[in-house]
């Protein structure tokens, strides 16, 4: 799976959107963006995944770039519950893909 | 969404002594798990593929004698950790793979591990 890089942290005021970047310039065609994030002593919890186009769901919005070298997280109003580390995974399309964590990016959301 | 349990959340044990952690899917079946272990501070390790009904797979350097899985039905995958060292104090993870819902990986909430 590809190497991702990201910022190691983040800080976002609360009710603004939090913009959280993603390298992945060596991932393949197959190759899903995966995000997930974990709170403190938790376990991590799916956010939104997606291949090629933008995608968006009830937590967050998922921007790829048309290349696929790069993609931005998107929570549109973040909150002080939204502080966690943020992993963004290169997963390959096999049906029981592995998830091979980076350092992730940690968001402080700030009042 | 999918739900996954972990028993216990937390124990402390003696050194020298086994402890057993279970993963559980509660509403869904996972023919594949993943245990992962995390060290204050930093990510997520993957230690092995549990499979049901056959061996597990395990990443390099982690020792297949000292953490024992075993994933005996479609909804319980449990670790042991043998002869456990105040080294093995860690948070272990443990995520299931439903294949209802587009093969996703569902987390459980972490089990952690204070050998004294």
């Known amino acids: 799976d590809a190497k991702t890089t990201q910022p190691p942290s983040m800080d976002c005021a609360e009710g603004r959107a939090a913009n959280l970047p993603c390298n992945h310039s060596t991932i393949s065609g197959n190759e899903y963006v995966y995000w997930y994030r974990q709170i403190h002593s938790q376990g991590p919890q799916y956010i939104i995944h997606?291949?090629?186009n933008n995608e968006t769901n009830e937590m967050a919005s998922l921007i790829i770039t048309e290349d696929r070298k790069s993609s931005t997280l998107i929570l549109p109003h973040a909150t002080l519950r939204d502080t966690a580390v943020y992993y963004c995974i290169a997963r390959g399309s096999s049906n029981t893909g592995k998830l091979i964590f980076g350092q992730g990016t940690t968001l402080q959301v700030k009042p | 969404g999918a739900v996954v349990s972990q028993h216990p959340s937390r124990v402390i044990c003696k050194s020298g002594t086994s402890v057993k952690i279970e993963c559980r899917s509660l509403?869904?079946?996972?023919?594949?798990m993943f245990w992962y272990r995390q060290f204050p501070k930093q990510s997520l390790m993957l230690m092995a593929t549990?499979?049901?009904?056959?061996?597990?797979?395990?990443e390099q350097g982690v020792e297949k004698d000292k953490f024992l899985i075993n994933h005996a039905s479609l909804t319980l995958s449990t670790l042991t950790v043998t002869s456990a060292h105040p080294e093995d104090s860690s948070f272990y993870i443990c995520?299931?793979?439903?294949?209802?819902?587009?093969?996703?990986?569902?987390f459980g909430p972490g089990t952690r591990l204070t050998v004294l």
């Open positions: 549990s499979n049901e009904g056959s061996k597990a797979t395990y």
């Open positions: 995520s299931a793979v439903s294949g209802a819902k587009g093969n996703e990986q569902f």
């Open positions: 509403d869904f079946q996972a023919t594949t």
């Open positions: 997606g291949l090629k």
